[in-house]
């Protein structure tokens, strides 16, 4: 089969051995992968524990063409979608040690065909298109527990969602919108802002621009959560525009650290800076159900070949994406 291979000195398609399927595992046809940035991190390695080579991709929608057990033969010719979990573990709040993400060092859905253990699979929500539906589940799942678990998010609130053309950014935006929250949204694009304000965003401002932030919180008297992934030294002016009590949800840190935390600002006001990273198997099943009942139909940036791989990388590297990039196999 076809896959997309990293290797030390290399990153291309290569042709290998199709999988062979493990006792309760299904083979999935992948028709369609979506990018996220840990496979861009993994690509410049800097990712924990890298092991090449690698076939990357967290996300894929495809058809069942094979199932190991025959008790399992209803799921064959199903359009699913896949968990992107491997050994969460049992506490819901948080993954245990031996916790993995689909797509390095397993095989991951950049690939023709790929073997997941029965499981990990769900119907392709029936409002989405494949395409779209590959777009979902690992920042769907990242973003559902950033808001919701540790943000709390409810209808009234008044949330931003900052760097909002950003895979998982964009589905906390849609989430935000879809359960009636007052959604501001920050990016250095002006169409996306725009766009964002057509989808159901109040306002939005360039996070390039100073003080337009602070402005903008000003005039409506802060923000209850914010969600963020850049942190890094914008982080004392965002928290800064929080009211009290409110929460700082981050899920990653691409900024870096920042140099100094306003540890005053936040004690005094007792603001919350809360971690999240992707989501419990529960959290999972939870945010496909969302995605169903309140018809989320996430943004797609574009779609690549898998021939063309390296060029949809490079557009996530440059930032130049809005949405998630996808990969037809
Ligand atoms: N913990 C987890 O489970 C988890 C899961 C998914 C992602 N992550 C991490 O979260 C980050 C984003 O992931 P992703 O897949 O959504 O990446 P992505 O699709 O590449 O999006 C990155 C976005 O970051 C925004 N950005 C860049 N600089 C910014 C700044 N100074 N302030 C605010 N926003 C800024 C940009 O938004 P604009 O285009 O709007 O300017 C960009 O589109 C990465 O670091 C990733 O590793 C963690």
Redesign the pocket.
Known sequence: MKAFVLNTDSFQVEEIEKPTLQPNHVLVKVQYAAL???DQ?IREGQYAKIRLPAILGSDGCGEVVEVENEKDGHWKGKDVVINPNINWGNNPAFQQKEYQILGMPAQGTLAEYISVPIDRIHLKPAHLSSEQAAAVP??GL?AYNALFNKGKAESGMQILI????????QFAFLFAVAIGAKVYV????SD?IDKCKSLGAINGVN?KEENAIRDLAKSIGGFDIII???C?N?MNDLIATLKPGGKFVF?????GLPKDLNMRQIFWNHLQIVG???GSDADFLSMIAFCDKHKVHPILDKTFDLKDTVVAFDR?KN?D??GKIIVKI
């Open positions: 996220n940035h840990r991190w690992l920042a990242t900052s760097g909002v053309g950003g895979g998982v950014a920050t990016s250095s694009k996306v996070y963020d992934s850049a890094g914008g899920y990653g840190a691409t900024k999240s990273t992707m996530m930032g994406q809005f």
